[in-house]
């Protein structure tokens, strides 16, 4: 546990905890931020350039130990003890089965309602949940000092990765997208280094630029010899979704993580109510079964649900570990995509999708 004095003064107690969410982020969003995580007695994960895995909902970045943090032992607990299997495994696992549904569920959430008015509504709901969660347990407001970067976590993580990658579902399929998604792991990691000033090695940015164009390969050829508007927002979906969780990295250090989700979703309440009443007054809402069941995942199983069982599975097993299971989620989406969705998959959406994870299996393996 670190107690602070001023923002710039810290001093560092040791103190073993066996239980509670790890002071990480992992996206989705997507949805969700895919910040650091820093969990007291155990190491600090920083957004350094280290490689991330995620989509929708679910994304680490896992960097070097924050000063003054106290080595996690092999086992990720940081007690000195191992976790009994399976239980920080299978909560992790949880998790990124919730954020492998996003994609899907925002399909369904579509049937229903027109993409601004999904989106707005989303947001409004899963800040409502967020201020349910933060008044229970008490939490005080974030210094002054921390609200510009929780700013930039609302914009890329809560309202442009969302907003965009639902513009994009509206002419793309969900396996398409989770392809082009899944370099996001890739690009998260190079905003972390940029942001942070590190310098990986050759091997990391050589990964880094092979996934890129297996995915500009893969787009191409999906759309007839073009990059399709579908895409577009795509790509520019990873570009603010990348930054917001690289901010998010950065304030994991100095907060829980789930605290800057949830901070940064209140951030947006505001502004998402009242665009609620703007879009539904606008566009037409044709309720139905699967609609309002894909605006109660996106809304909460993802980004709450999933978070919340991700960050306990992680403060069990470690961030690496973890980490690894979420290399699954791309492919999970494509099985939720013909299970869910009735799709017809392309051969070469497993083929690029296989090559991007083998990508960045590579970049974690290459971080300094």
């Given at each position: 546990?670190r107690?602070?004095?001023?923002?710039?003064?810290?001093?560092?107690?040791?103190?073993?905890?066996?239980?509670?969410p790890?002071?990480?982020?992992?996206a989705?969003?997507?949805?969700?931020?895919?910040?650091?995580a820093?969990?007291?007695?155990?190491?600090?994960?920083?957004?350094?350039?280290?490689?991330?895995?995620?989509?929708?909902?679910?994304?680490?970045v896992?960097g070097?130990?924050?000063?003054?943090?106290?080595?996690?032992?092999?086992?990720?607990a940081?007690?000195?003890?191992?976790d009994p299997l399976?239980r920080?495994?299978?909560?992790?696992?949880?998790g990124?089965?919730?954020f492998?549904?996003t994609f899907p569920?925002?399909?369904?959430?579509?049937e229903?309602?027109?993409?601004?008015?999904?989106?707005?509504?989303?947001?409004?709901?899963?800040?409502l949940?967020?201020?349910?969660?933060?008044?229970?347990?008490?939490?005080?407001?974030p210094?002054?000092?921390?609200?510009a970067?929780?700013?930039?976590v609302?914009?890329?993580?809560?309202?442009?990765?969302?907003?965009?990658?639902?513009?994009?579902?509206?002419?793309s399929?969900?396996?398409h997208?989770?392809v082009?998604?899944?370099?996001?792991?890739?690009?998260?990691?190079a905003f972390?280094?940029?942001?942070?000033?590190?310098?990986?090695?050759?091997?990391?940015?050589?990964?880094?630029?092979?996934?890129?164009?297996v995915?500009?390969?893969?787009?191409?050829?999906?759309?007839?010899g073009?990059?399709?508007?579908g895409?577009?927002?795509l790509?520019g979906?990873?570009l603010?979704c990348?930054?917001?969780?690289t901010?998010?990295?950065?304030?994991?250090?100095?907060?829980?993580g789930?605290?800057?989700i949830?901070?940064?979703?209140?951030?947006c309440l505001?502004?998402?109510?009242?665009?609620?009443?703007?879009?539904?007054?606008?566009?037409?809402?044709?309720?139905?079964?699967?609609?309002?069941?894909g605006?109660?995942?996106?809304a909460?199983?993802?980004?709450?649900?999933?978070?919340?069982?991700?960050?306990?599975?992680?403060?069990?097993?470690g961030?690496p570990?973890?980490?690894?299971?979420?290399?699954?989620?791309?492919?999970?989406?494509?099985?939720w995509?013909?299970?869910?969705?009735?799709?017809?998959?392309?051969?070469?959406?497993?083929?690029?999708?296989v090559?991007?994870l083998?990508c960045?299996?590579?970049?974690?393996?290459?971080?300094?």
């Amino acid at each position: 546990m670190r107690a602070q004095n001023s923002a710039t003064a810290s001093r560092t107690i040791a103190v073993t905890t066996t239980d509670g969410p790890a002071d990480g982020h992992s996206a989705g969003h997507g949805d969700s931020a895919g910040d650091a995580a820093a969990r007291p007695g155990g190491s600090a994960a920083v957004a350094n350039g280290t490689s991330a895995a995620g989509g929708t909902g679910g994304t680490v970045v896992a960097g070097s130990a924050g000063r003054g943090a106290a080595p996690r032992t092999p086992g990720g607990a940081g007690t000195g003890t191992a976790d009994p299997l399976p239980r920080g495994t299978l909560l992790a696992a949880l998790g990124v089965v919730a954020f492998s549904l996003t994609f899907p569920s925002t399909a369904w959430g579509l049937e229903s309602f027109g993409p601004w008015s999904l989106v707005a509504v989303r947001s409004t709901l899963a800040a409502l949940v967020a201020g349910g969660f933060l008044l229970a347990g008490r939490v005080p407001l974030p210094d002054r000092r921390h609200w510009a970067g929780l700013a930039v976590v609302a914009a890329g993580v809560v309202v442009g990765f969302p907003l965009l990658t639902t513009l994009a579902l509206q002419t793309s399929t969900t396996s398409h997208a989770a392809v082009v998604v899944g370099l996001l792991p890739l690009t998260t990691a190079a905003f972390a280094a940029l942001r942070t000033g590190r310098r990986p090695s050759r091997t990391f940015w050589g990964a880094a630029v092979a996934g890129a164009v297996v995915v500009l390969a893969f787009t191409v050829q999906q759309s007839g010899g073009a990059v399709s508007r579908g895409d577009l927002y795509l790509f520019g979906a990873l570009l603010v979704c990348a930054a917001g969780y690289t901010e998010g990295g950065r304030l994991a250090r100095l907060m829980p993580g789930w605290h800057v989700i949830g901070w940064a979703l209140i951030l947006c309440l505001p502004p998402m109510a009242a665009g609620s009443v703007v879009a539904l007054s606008l566009e037409p809402v044709h309720l139905n079964a699967h609609g309002v069941i894909g605006l109660a995942w996106v809304a909460i199983g993802s980004t709450f649900f999933g978070l919340y069982v991700w960050y306990r599975g992680m403060a069990s097993i470690g961030i690496p570990r973890a980490s690894q299971l979420q290399l699954a989620q791309p492919l999970l989406t494509l099985v939720w995509s013909v299970a869910l969705l009735g799709e017809t998959l392309p051969l070469a959406a497993p083929l690029a999708a296989v090559a991007v994870l083998v990508c960045i299996a590579v970049t974690q393996r290459s971080r300094s």
